[in-house]
């Protein structure tokens, strides 16, 4: 069973910087499919960031540019580094894992287990 925890959320100004944290247990590949998401109250969850085979990496174009997404190249540990945040990024963020040898996607379908989220918050 893999179980995933998230860590690094919190209250940021705009314009600050966070990181977010995943760390994951039980029997994991390197070459995951791994992603990012982020659900707003009242919103879709989406898909921001993933990383997937030959550790190629796709993002939203809200976030291009400003965020960047890392594993640890034994799917043990996914990091989500933010820059430049702004109010519209608050959200809870939850990272996610799927199949192998996926290349990077955005949709939640491929995805099979997640975490329990982290909130972050930006203040204007």
């Known amino acids: 069973q893999v179980q995933l925890v998230e860590s690094g959320g919190g209250s940021v100004q705009a314009g600050g910087s966070l990181t977010l944290s995943c760390a994951v247990s039980g029997d994991t590949y390197s070459d995951y499919l791994m992603g990012w998401f982020r659900q707003a109250p009242g919103m879709k969850r989406e898909g921001i960031a993933a990383?997937?085979?030959?550790?190629?990496?796709t993002y939203a174009d809200s976030v291009k540019g400003r965020f960047t997404i890392s594993q640890d190249g034994a799917g043990k540990y996914l990091s989500l580094q933010m820059n430049n945040l702004k109010p519209e990024d608050t959200a809870m963020y939850y990272c996610?894992?799927?199949?192998?040898?996926?290349?990077?996607?955005?949709?939640?379908?491929?995805?099979?287990?997640w975490g329990q989220g982290t909130q972050v918050t930006v203040s204007s």
């Open positions: 990383i997937g085979r030959d550790a190629k990496t």
């Open positions: 996610a894992i799927g199949g192998r040898q996926w290349v990077p996607i955005l949709d939640a379908y491929p995805y099979n287990y």
